[in-house]
């Protein structure tokens, strides 16, 4: 057998992306500079993730890359910024081996806080917002290592890869490609004739909307209208929104601010989880082609649906009265913006919490278990399975059930006027197939690991552990609720769960593909 990838070419690209990655690691070491705190931990993480980068560049020859160098080029280089990732969480110390901290007690204390920061990390570039820190606070994390942990959530949302063939112009022959393998959806909506102005218009429009989204938070703040926003959990919490991360400074997460300020941040998510072509389609003046796309309209349609029926679960007694952020049953007010804000934090794959819905009632649990299944848009920050797959899906079905009647039929699947080639029917239906294969396999992997560990975990932990890693979600139920963490899972699991936020991120194909024997054949 004869390998035919040039794998040392995309490993050189990958360390391109750390050299970056080190790069973006001066913006804690600034707010280290800042506070006080952890400046010799970001300046060797910068050092080494830099040094690092460089090293694996060197295995370059500098010749382009085709499909195949291009998808292992996107899944090594989300390995590589997860791995790179992790030195700031080790050499921070912050903590125990049982946190994050780097020890030299055992060699096996040191590989359990290598799989803690490893999970931690993938966590924040897949914006899964699922973590093992444990007990957030500024007593005993930095104020630098809590803003680092926000950036990499705000660098995974729009897309590494994105990034990288918006800024080198060596990716610029495959970006198309590249962005496809990388980007959440059943294919590339290009808006220009060249891919890296369409990489580049998607990030600007990125950050254009989170500088908004800080602007407005910390506006509040000045207003009186929310105290405990100051600029730095305004700057935390827009990095944290866009991506549809989840991630949060503050161990209440959205929850330890106003209502003022979980209204404002709800129109964030769902702009989030919006195909971001639709925001360049809005700049060019085309406002009849937003409205009138189906996605759009069912992605609307559903958080409209699932929002007014926990609203009316919720009003009605649908959860006990709380202490902090909860559902005071009777309060319109207060019913409809937990009800609002869980529908799209959880469909849009966000993480952040109102209120601890694992003490809701069953039904809502039930309710809230499917939403994280539907997922945004494709070309969103979303994650999740997507609205336009389950349209693809729904239309597929109806024409089988047309074609069961009139077996002569000759009916393509139809979306907003425009027909869908059959080769992306059958792809979404592959990768929905897939991905809830593996999210069942899982789920009974992680009970039975669970069990072997000592944890005990109820179905619906179970099935929500694996929805919410592969799904990038982030909370799940019961001990991995809104206001817990993954920190008493068995290292085996974490490693699993990493396994899934890769897979999810990815969406599955490009990954799996890797371990195939035509791809590396000639």
């Not at 110390?93 to 920061?117: C, D, Q, R, W, Y």
């Not at 500088?211 to 600029?231: D, E, K, Q, R, S």
């Not at 009777?330 to 869980?342: C, K, M, P, W």
């Not at 975990?457 to 919410?468: C, F, G, Q």
């Amino acid at each position: 057998m004869e390998v035919s990838v040039n794998w040392k070419q995309s490993v050189a690209l990958v360390g391109t992306v750390l050299k970056y990655l080190a790069v973006a690691m001066t913006i804690p070491l600034f707010v280290a500079v800042v506070y006080g705190d952890d400046m010799l931990v970001f300046l060797v993480s910068i050092a080494a993730t830099g040094a690092l980068g460089l090293a694996l560049e060197q295995l370059g020859d500098g010749s382009e890359i085709g499909l195949e160098e291009g998808i292992l080029f996107v899944t090594l280089a989300w390995v590589g910024v997860s791995v790179g990732g992790t030195i700031p969480y080790l050499l921070a110390g912050a903590g125990t081996p049982s946190t994050v901290g780097l020890t030299l007690e055992s060699p096996a204390a040191l590989s359990a806080s290598f799989v803690n920061a490893l999970f931690e990390s993938t966590s924040g570039f897949t914006t899964t917002g699922a973590t093992v820190l444990g007990e957030i606070s500024f007593e005993r994390h930095s104020h630098a290592l809590l803003m680092y942990r926000q950036l990499t959530q705000w660098l995974g949302g729009m897309g590494i890869i994105v990034l990288m063939v918006a800024i080198l112009p060596e990716l610029a022959v495959n970006g198309a490609q590249l962005i496809d393998a990388e980007a959440p959806g059943p294919e590339l909506q290009k808006l220009t004739p060249k891919i890296t102005e369409t990489a580049r218009i998607l990030w600007l429009v990125y950050a254009a909307l989170t500088l908004i989204c800080i602007c407005l938070l910390y506006a509040l703040h000045l207003l009186g209208v929310a105290p405990a926003m100051n600029l730095y959990n305004a700057i935390a919490h827009g990095f944290t929104t866009l991506p549809t991360g989840g991630f949060s400074p503050q161990a209440d997460s959205i929850a330890a601010f106003s209502p003022a300020v979980q209204w404002l941040v709800i129109p964030f998510i769902v702009v989030a989880g919006t195909n971001f072509a639709l925001f360049y389609f809005v700049v060019r003046g085309r406002y009849v082609d937003v409205f009138k796309n189906r996605e759009f309209q069912g992605y609307v349609g559903a958080i409209v649906g699932v929002a007014l029926l926990l609203w009316g679960l919720l009003f009605t007694g649908g959860a006990p009265a709380l202490e902090l952020g909860g559902v005071t049953r009777g309060v319109a007010e207060n019913s409809l913006r937990q009800a609002l804000f869980q529908t799209v934090t959880l469909l849009n794959s966000t993480g952040y919490a109102t209120s601890d819905f694992a003490q809701w009632s069953e039904w809502t649990q039930v309710l809230l278990l499917g939403v994280m299944f539907i997922g945004g848009s494709a070309g969103s920050t979303g994650g999740g399975i997507k609205v336009i797959r389950w349209l693809v899906l729904f239309k597929a079905a109806r024409r089988q059930l047309s074609a069961t009647v009139y077996p002569d039929i000759v009916e393509p699947v139809e979306l907003g006027g425009r027909i869908i080639d059959e080769d992306v029917v059958r792809g979404v239906f592959s990768f929905t197939f897939l991905y809830l294969v593996i999210f069942a396999v899982s789920a009974v992997a992680i009970a039975l690991d669970a069990s072997r560990a000592g944890l005990t975990l109820t179905t619906i932990e179970a099935l929500s552990a694996s929805i919410a890693t592969i799904g990038n979600i982030g909370p799940g139920f019961g001990l991995l609720g809104p206001f817990g963490s993954y920190l008493a899972f068995p290292a085996t699991s974490k490693l699993l769960m990493v396994l899934l936020m890769w897979l999810g991120r990815l969406e599955v194909i490009p990954v799996l593909v890797l371990f195939t024997k035509s791809f590396w054949e000639w």
